[in-house]
């Protein structure tokens, strides 16, 4: 006895039907997620050449300009010898003065906005900037003891990443005593406090010190400036900043991770509290050697990465080297308004704050009216 067969229905099994629909939108998300990378890569790219372009119109500016034709002799003659028409005036003023203040300001630049963009991932707070655990704070404190004592320029730079360094050392020291509290909030707030310190101790250094002599240089030091760059601060702040940038490279993915919270973190294997000291450890070599060589410069490394997260979005395999291309442009640029907008050349300081409140402002303001 044959078993009836059961009955068919020309319409598909709900299975069936999901099934592509599925496929559809893993192809949408896949094609959304190749246009946004290569929206990325086009930002990155436009972000290199502004750089490069600011660069060589920075060599050319001041307030004795450089014909072209002559600034690319000059270069040229150093690889392949070439007839002179250049004055011996101007081969010192572009290699001696103009040339290293230009690379100091992009690797400052590149520095702190690569340091801020760290940090803001790494406490998944975007207020935080590079000087979040004091490093410019005891920056300022040890140029100011270095200035006390009449120090050379070279001198004052390696007390001042010294100093930087081990007031984040201390920084760690402490909050890694406290327990059974979040471990992020905790070096914040120490941060804040062991900053304030040497806030104070600044403070101190200027009371005491010659008010002809001492005061002025401790003031012009605070607010930033790359007037007295040579050749000599680079091959001092590049080691640090490459070692700094290396690591931070290296772990850019994971700081993705780190975005996510600890727990989403440790499901993917990674330690977020060894990753977090790794990252601290080297936006904090980036902020301590940008700062030793230029003084107090604000607002860089807060304002710079959301500029970036505005154009690229949040994934920090982009978001860093955006970061350092931008900030690398930015002070360029307000470099170049310190030199050229009035007789006497601006801190560099003054300007960054001028510039990066405003649009802080405007961001925060941008925010609250989608919210």
Not at 119 to 134: A, K
Not at 213 to 218: E, G, H, N, V
Request: glycine share 8%; hydrophobic share 55%; aromatic share 8%.
């Amino acid at each position: 006895m044959n078993r009836p067969l059961p009955p068919t229905s020309s319409e598909p099994s709900p299975a069936a039907c999901e099934r592509p629909a599925r496929e559809r939108g893993a192809a949408r998300a896949r094609a959304s997620i190749g246009i946004a990378r290569r929206h990325a890569n086009l930002v990155i790219a436009a972000a290199g050449v502004l750089l490069l372009v600011l660069m060589g119109a920075s060599l050319l500016l001041g307030r004795f300009p450089i014909d072209p034709v002559h600034a690319v002799l000059m270069l040229v003659d150093r690889v392949l010898p070439v007839e002179q028409v250049w004055t011996d005036q101007q081969a010192t003023l572009f290699f001696n003065v103009r040339l290293p203040r230009i690379a100091l300001s992009v690797i400052v630049g590149a520095s702190l906005a690569a340091a801020g963009a760290a940090f803001q991932g790494t406490f998944r707070n975007p207020l935080v900037s590079p000087d979040v655990l004091g490093a410019s704070q005891g920056a300022a404190l040890g140029a100011a003891v270095a200035l006390l004592t009449g120090a050379g320029a070279y001198a004052v730079s390696l007390w001042a990443f010294a100093f930087a360094m081990a007031t984040v050392l201390v920084v760690m020291a402490v909050s890694g005593r406290a327990r059974g509290v979040d471990h992020a909030l905790t070096v914040v707030l120490v941060g804040v406090m062991v900053s304030s310190l040497c806030q104070a101790g600044v403070s101190f250094a200027k009371l005491v010190a010659d008010p002809n002599d001492q005061l002025p240089a401790i003031t012009y030091w605070l607010m930033g400036s790359l007037t007295s760059a040579r050749a000599g601060d680079i091959a001092f702040v590049l080691p640090p900043v490459l070692l700094g940038a290396g690591i931070l490279f290296a772990l850019r993915w994971r700081i993705n991770l780190l975005t996510m919270g600890d727990d989403e973190a440790r499901t993917m294997g990674v330690d977020a509290r060894r990753m977090r000291l790794a990252v601290m450890f080297a936006a904090t070599l980036l902020t301590a050697a940008s700062v030793s060589v230029s003084g107090m410069i604000g607002w860089v490394g807060l304002v710079v990465p959301h500029i970036a997260r505005m154009l690229i979005g949040c994934d920090y395999r982009r978001l860093l080297p955006a970061s350092m291309l931008f900030g690398a442009s930015f002070l360029l640029v307000v470099d170049n308004v310190s030199r050229l907008a009035y007789s006497a050349e601006i801190p560099l300081g003054i300007l960054t704050a001028f510039m990066g409140a405003p649009f802080f402002l405007y961001l925060i303001l941008q925010r609250r009216a989608r919210v």
